[in-house]
């Protein structure tokens, strides 16, 4: 029922020969490029190398569902190949230029974008050229809610006046971001979810500050974080997203995609995370007995097996009915997967820490990092209970409408 087409089977084939002849051997390439390089946020030369080589394989904006920018794979086709590349993180949506946020974002610029918007900012993203940031996030207000959010964007003559403050505003760091997507409100007298804007504002315009990176669990991210504010900053009207107020709409429509995207990775750094328990646990000795004759181990490794291949289906069943029925209609079973997704994950890989004992928690075997991303993502695209709401609310509704009847 959930299998992929021909034609997804032959893209797998392909990007996993990829990731075996050049992006798994890279990753001991870019750890020593960035060991040397003079910020945490510097781009190395090994992933434009790889970008070059994913390009010429066509293997490249593998996600766009649009085939006048990308293959127009189905979300179930993609699911797949976002879990071969979520094995190797850090490198691999980067090189078939599938990483977040520029994926949300140039589906947004492609679907609610002017013809200016999209020679100027979307094809450079789709070549690779560039990259771009997502301010929605707020530190003075919970943002999980996004009717929350404060930024204020006042309409003057033919331009709105941009001040607020963003955070864990993502790739803002990175040297080649040019492009933001801002949400603010417009008019707070509006109902509820009409309040909200989106506008496109370079990150080089008067007024736009990026004021430190925020560490993820320590860590900074190559692609940084940022707190962002905004001073006085003018936007013209044309840069107004869809329209006035449709800042809530864009965004739902921005997620969806984006949370399939992000759970399949993650069971995809799950599966490298269970590969190398098993095979530190066949490897390492204790009181006379392998690691893995040891009954607890062959729990952990037989808990991790069962509870990817659930989260895996899950994820996949989210696919296919938005490829059938739509993100509204699927709503419910994303929700459900961007909760069981990253919790899933972040079992498997710490079980896997615990087999790999103190070099777990090091960076020699990039598990402690991954659980800091992992657990970064129960908060990213909103929090476990915003999502728990919503599943429960949902039964409850159906359960009113029966018993109605």
Not at 84 to 113: H, K, Q, W, Y
Not at 163 to 187: E, Q, Y
Request: charged share 25%; net charge negative; proline share 5%.
């Amino acid at each position: 029922m959930l299998e992929t087409t021909e034609r997804g089977r032959e893209y797998q084939e392909r990007l996993e020969a990829f990731m075996d002849e050049f992006v798994y051997p890279a990753e001991a390439v870019y750890a020593e490029q960035m060991a040397a390089a003079p910020t945490p946020h510097f781009q190395p030369q090994i992933l434009e190398d790889l970008k070059a080589e994913a390009k010429s394989r066509g293997l490249w904006n593998l996600f766009h569902p649009h085939e006048e920018w990308g293959p127009g794979l189905t979300n179930l086709e993609y699911a797949p190949l976002a879990e071969i590349m979520g094995r190797s993180s850090g490198l691999a949506p980067e090189a078939t230029n599938c990483n977040a946020p520029d994926t949300g974002n140039m589906e947004v610029f492609t679907l609610f974008g002017t013809e200016e918007h999209k020679e100027k900012w979307l094809k450079p993203l789709l070549n690779g050229e560039i990259r771009s940031g997502f301010a929605m996030t707020e530190p003075a207000v919970a943002s999980s809610d996004a009717t929350n959010i404060e930024m204020l964007m006042k309409r003057e003559g033919d331009e709105y006046i941009l001040d607020g403050r963003k955070w864990f505003t993502s790739n803002a760091m990175h040297p080649n971001c040019k492009v933001l997507i801002v949400m603010g409100k417009t008019d707070p007298n509006e109902a509820t979810h009409r309040q909200q804007s989106m506008m496109v504002v370079p990150i080089d315009a008067p007024g736009v500050t990026v004021e430190r990176n925020l560490q993820v669990f320590g860590y900074h991210d190559r692609e940084g974080h940022a707190e962002v504010s905004f001073d006085q900053v003018r936007v013209p009207a044309k840069d107004v997203l869809k329209g006035e107020g449709e800042g809530f709409a864009i965004s739902q429509a921005r997620l969806g995609p984006g949370r399939i995207h992000h759970c399949m990775r993650s069971i995809g750094v799950a599966e490298r995370a269970l590969e190398m328990m098993v095979k530190r646990a066949e490897e390492r000795v204790t009181f006379g007995q392998k690691l893995s004759e040891r009954a607890n181990i062959q729990d952990w490794i037989a808990e991790s097996r069962i509870e990817i291949d659930q989260a895996r289906l899950l994820t996949m069943h989210a696919a296919d009915m938005m490829d059938k029925h739509g993100n509204k209609v699927a709503r419910n079973v994303i929700a459900q997967i961007k909760v069981v997704a990253p919790n899933m994950a972040l079992k498997v890989v710490d079980r896997a820490i615990q087999v790999h004992g103190g070099g777990g928690v090091t960076q020699d075997f990039r598990l402690a990092e991954a659980w800091a991303h992992l657990r970064t993502l129960r908060l990213a695209d909103g929090p476990d209970e915003v999502h728990k709401r919503s599943i429960a609310r949902n039964e409850i509704k159906k359960h009113r409408k029966e018993t109605a009847r």
